[in-house]
């Protein structure tokens, strides 16, 4: 089973990455992005048959780990 | 699948694409005595690729002078190594990542530096320092921002993971190197004199061992990439480009340190260029046995990988070693606590072939001694250079300001600043660099000793293009004068011959007179060159780099309390020019920054005044009679004495005199020369004691005040040079994403 | 005064920081492997400079959960010093023994040079050698060191005299052009409430001798010489 884990900054968090990215792609003739925000996205490959329960391990992995949760928020996709 | 690799058709084809010529596939073929597997014709391919045999220079670099009383090992091994007392030795190479730079410049750039760190510590060395030399495109060139920020950041995103201070090194943009920058990265580390390890395996029956990152499709065929000559289409070889993990390194250094203290180890050597190929080649060829490895123990990161990809794989971050039988469980132990892979993955025979398995399958079984010893090797044909005419001063327009020339010179892309690249290093890590990067040489103490090693890179292309065997000589002679400038002892160098097509003949003479150049200096200087790399083919569509034979120097101070560095100390020091001049312009920078002229001869270097001439500076140094010193180089005597109030913040007041015109007595840039700035106890007898020994010496002027002052010349203030010389790339660099 | 500094793999900065701590209180410290999971009786745990784990993920995320860092911890809330330079610092706000997260630099470079500090803060065993307002010239190498806390952390630490130094210009003003990375407040280094816990970017270890270009970073080492022992 698959779980996938997007991690992005909070709002209200200065996100120097997405601001470098927004600023490339206006100086690179992109018109209309108001905002970008850089995150990360991990994949895990989970042993894990029962949804709910990677669900539930997933969740726990992100609150000890994957995610600081000082800054940063999560969702997370099983499949 | 099993070995299905080996009922591979050998087309003409595919020897073609592994850059095999008809000849050099005859001789594969006398070798082999059969046709070879798929295998076994990659294995040819990288082994006698430019890059992995030398074969258009090996010839050449034969003459080059490798020793010394000092060196304890020259060329041949993966670096060269020199004794620097007390049981103590220096290792450190230079190695270029031109292409892969080029190509991908943050990976390209850090696994250049991964590369050359794992050549150091192979042999039982701590890396203490790192230095690079870097030559991109004109900065006006689309592609050069968007270069220079990744190689510098990939520089730094290895070097200051792994925890090795970047002490230095050297920049230039010129419009040769738009399709084809230069990246050549140099360590220095230090090991006891008897604790060193070389690559020969030795021992019928010992363990082959794998540690490290594992095995990927990475930068297959790398080498072979590295010996072809750029095309409009090679950016699509992207894929093979590696990617570096430094973290890894860290780990690998510390575990082979570790292990290295036991007495457990045979034989190592990195797996760099051509991976597990010519490692294991090259342990096996210099110890004259036989290697059997059964490919299914190589640890691997991707399903399915055939053999021909693990022998050629560039995957980053392993090494190759030999244990003494026994050790195995010892060895394994150290790498599991950093946890790195280990594995055996064969051992040492007397059959004196490389043999290989997988599934069981015999899929290679070469003769180590025929695919070393016969590799090819070309007297590849060669025409001189032809002597560029030169300048006489009175020939060249004389600044309309002088103030002006020189505000124009040192905020120009030649000699601004290069503090936005190194503030990207951590060049203190370590805590024991005593003298950062800006200076003329970088000196890291000798951890835990009053002794410092200096560190220079240099070369000046623009000499080696107008006259090969003078650019040759100064770039020894540089880097011999910048540690000399330290108060240090210049010992040894290594070097990164960077040209472009040997293929053509002006493109290999430029290689054979630089190396003629070098040659002469390196014996002139007693400075002998104990390693290096060539980098050939440096060319987009038939146009070469600028000869670019960077020089790595090293240099010892047994008392890092007498070190001088480029900044004077106080106001009201004499500046004492020590050498003479005849205010030589061509091939200048002067030249091509004023007046946008690039032609003229190279300056003569004249290699027994620079050995009597630097002697006594060192002499003078040692003595404590000299409170700062700089050597003259790029830009003449006006743009060393600038450098140095812009190292201290004073000004300076001097007088150039009349013998010359003006643009060449300030901007001229005669070889063998050096400013001292000295107390005015010392001033009057540092003069005398030079002209008894018949070398030119005058003073100058003085420190002082916040202006730079020529008299009748010129009078600017400091913080305007500052200003211009500080700006110029962080304002070119802001435009890093406009572009 | 017994310390210990912690080695993660990839610390880099331990070596440093071992030599600092002998070099100024006489005593060198244990090296600790991060694998260990008791610290030896010692007064100051020092988390060093490096990048622990090729700060993947986030720097000092995993160094922050492994075997020894639930010893420091408790070691911490027992009251007992811990000193986080750089990555330590990293990795005592990834433990929540600091508040707030250390987040790429506002130029997304990699920064290497000397740095004017202002002691804010020289009531604790960290600080107690300087004066107050004391302007210092520390060396910060980091590429992610920008600062970042709610506002009600960041007013909970000024009312608390938590802020240990600040980045300043010559004048001691907290300016946003002294600001190398954009941290909140010019903020370089904090403490935690009880003051027994000191993180900072700047990394004083390096500046302890003047051949190193000055002597700067001795009094961190000095206070807590002096107040240890």
Redesign the interface.
């Known amino acids: 089973m698959k779980a996938r884990v997007h991690v992005t900054l909070k709002n209200?968090?200065?996100d120097?990455?997405g601001k470098?990215i927004e600023?490339?792609l206006t100086?690179l003739g992109f018109e209309g992005v108001n905002d970008v925000r850089q995150g990360?996205f991990i994949e895990l490959d989970l042993a894990e048959t029962d949804k709910d329960a990677a669900r539930a391990a997933v969740e726990k992995m992100c609150k000890?780990?994957?995610a600081?949760t000082?800054?940063e928020n999560y969702s997370i996709d099983i499949d | 699948m099993t070995a299905f690799e080996n009922n591979i058709d050998i087309t003409e084809d595919l020897i073609a694409e592994h850059g095999l010529s008809a000849d050099e596939y005859q001789r594969v073929l006398d070798i082999m005595g059969r046709t070879p597997t798929l295998t076994e014709l990659g294995i040819f391919s990288v082994m006698w690729s430019e890059h992995c045999s030398y074969k258009s220079s090996r010839l050449h670099l034969k003459k080059l002078p490798t020793e010394a009383p000092w060196v304890i090992c020259g060329p041949g091994e993966n670096a060269g190594i020199i004794d620097i007392g007390d049981g103590q030795a220096a290792i450190f190479k230079m190695e270029s990542h031109n292409h892969p730079s080029y190509i991908e410049p943050y990976q390209g750039a850090a696994t250049g530096v991964g590369g050359i760190l794992r050549d150091v510590f192979t042999m039982g060395a701590r890396p203490v320092a790192n230095m690079n030399a870097l030559r991109f495109g004109e900065p006006e060139h689309p592609k050069t921002r968007h270069l220079l920020s990744g190689v510098v950041e990939g520089i730094g995103g290895y070097g200051n993971c792994v925890g090795v201070p970047t002490v230095g090194g050297e920049t230039n943009f010129h419009p040769s190197y738009n399709g084809n920058i230069l990246v050549n990265a140099m360590t220095v580390g230090l090991a006891d004199a008897d604790n060193i390890f070389y690559c020969a395996a030795a021992g019928v029956g010992n363990p082959v061992v794998y540690v490290g990152s594992k095995t990927g499709r990475d930068g297959i065929h790398g080498a072979t990439m590295a010996s072809a000559e750029f095309t409009e289409d090679s950016e699509e070889k992207r894929p093979t480009v590696q990617v570096g993990d430094p973290f890894t390194e860290k780990l690998l250094i510390e575990a082979c340190l570790e292990l290295m203290q036991k007495d457990a180890i045979v034989a190592i050597q990195d797996m760099g260029a051509a991976g597990l190929t010519s490692s294991s080649v090259e342990m096996a060829s210099k110890g004259d046995v036989g290697f059997e490895l059964n490919l299914n123990n190589v640890p691997q990161r991707e399903e399915h990988m055939t053999p021909y990809e693990m022998m050629l794989s560039e995957s980053q971050e392993r090494m190759l070693m030999v244990l003494k039988p026994g050790h195995e469980g010892e060895a394994e132990a150290i790498f599991r606590k950093w946890d790195l892979d280990f594995a055996v993955i064969g051992e040492i025979t007397d059959t004196g072939n490389l043999t290989l398995t997988f599934d069981g399958d015999v899929v290679a079984d070469i003769p180590v001694a025929p695919l070393t010893d016969l590799a090819p090797e070309y007297d590849r044909p060669w025409v001189p250079s032809e002597p560029k005419a030169d300048i006489k001063a009175e020939d060249v327009a004389a600044p309309a300001d002088l103030g002006d020339a020189l505000l124009k010179m040192m905020g120009s892309p030649h000699l601004a600043s290069r503090k936005w690249i190194w503030e990207q290093y951590d060049h203190m890590v370590m805590g024991d660099t005593i003298q950062r990067p800006g200076g003329d040489a970088a000196m890291v103490r000798v951890h835990g000793t009053e002794k410092g090693l200096a560190i220079s890179t240099d070369c000046t292309p623009r000499y080696c293009y107008a006259d090969p065997v003078q650019g040759g000589r100064q770039a020894v002679a540089e880097t011999w004068r910048n540690i000399t400038a330290t108060g240090a002892t210049p010992l040894a160098i290594t070097n990164c011959l960077n040209f472009g097509n040997p293929e053509r003949p002006e493109i290999m003479g430029q290689f054979v007179e630089c190396l003629k150049g070098m040659g002469e200096a390196c014996i002139a200087l007693d400075y002998p060159v104990v390693s290096g790399n060539v980098s050939l083919y440096n060319e987009t569509n038939g146009t070469g780099i600028h000869p670019t034979p960077a020089i790595g120097g090293v240099g010892l101070i047994a008392d890092t309390s007498k070190m001088t560095t480029i900044a004077p100390k106080a106001e009201g020091e004499v500046l004492v020019l020590i050498g003479g001049g005849q205010g030589h312009l061509g091939a200048s920078l002067y030249l091509d920054i004023i007046e946008s002229r690039e032609d003229g001869g190279a300056p003569e270097v004249d290699l027994d005044k620079e050995r009597h001439y630097g002697d006594f500076v060192r002499e003078q140094i040692l003595g404590s009679k000299v409170s700062a010193c700089h050597d003259i180089s790029d830009g003449g005597l006006l743009v060393a004495l600038t450098e140095m109030s812009l190292a201290s913040s004073i000004g300076f007041d001097i007088d150039l005199g009349d013998n010359l015109p003006i643009h060449a007595a300030a901007f001229g840039e005669d070889q063998a020369r050096y400013i001292l700035s000295v107390t005015a106890a010392h001033a009057e007898q540092i003069v005398k004691d030079a002209q008894d020994e018949n070398i030119p010496a005058s003073i100058l002027g003085k420190t002082q005040g916040t202006d730079l002052i020529v008299k009748g010349q010129m009078n600017i203030p400091l913080q305007q040079v500052l200003d211009l010389h500080r700006n110029w790339m962080p304002e070119y660099m802001r435009a890093e994403?406009?572009? | 005064m017994k310390s210990a500094v912690i080695v993660f793999p990839a610390s880099n900065c331990d070596r440093d920081m071992a030599v600092a701590l002998e070099k100024i209180t006489g005593q060198a410290p244990q090296m600790v492997w991060h694998q260990e999971s008791e610290l030896p009786d010692v007064d100051l745990v020092a988390l060093p400079g490096g990048f622990s784990y090729g700060d993947y993920?986030?720097c000092g995320?995993?160094a922050a959960?492994s075997h020894i860092m639930k010893a420091i911890v408790d070691h911490g809330n027992q009251g007992k010093y811990v000193f986080g330079v750089c990555n330590g610092f990293q990795v005592l706000?990834?433990t929540g023994l600091l508040?707030?997260?250390l987040?790429?630099?506002?130029?997304?470079k990699f920064i290497c040079k000397d740095v004017t500090l202002k002691v804010e803060n020289n009531d604790s065993v960290f600080t107690r050698q300087y004066q107050h307002g004391q302007l210092i010239n520390i060396p910060i190498a980091h590429h992610d060191g920008?600062y970042?806390?709610?506002a009600d952390t960041l007013k909970r630490l000024e009312d608390n005299n938590q802020i240990a130094v600040r980045y300043v210009d010559h004048n001691g003003e907290a300016t946003k052009a002294a600001n190398p990375n954009?941290s909140q407040h010019n903020i370089a280094g904090i403490l935690n409430k009880k003051g027994n816990v000191l993180g900072m970017m700047p990394h004083p270890e390096r500046l302890i001798e003047d051949a190193l270009g000055g002597t700067d970073g001795r009094g961190f080492f000095e206070s807590l010489m002096h107040s240890l022992n």
């Open positions: 209200g968090v200065l120097p990455q470098a600023h490339a100086a990360k000890s780990l994957l600081n000082v800054i | 994403h406009s572009a | 993920l986030r995320a995993m959960r706000t990834e508040p707030g997260a987040m790429r630099n506002r130029n997304l920008n970042f806390a709610d954009g």
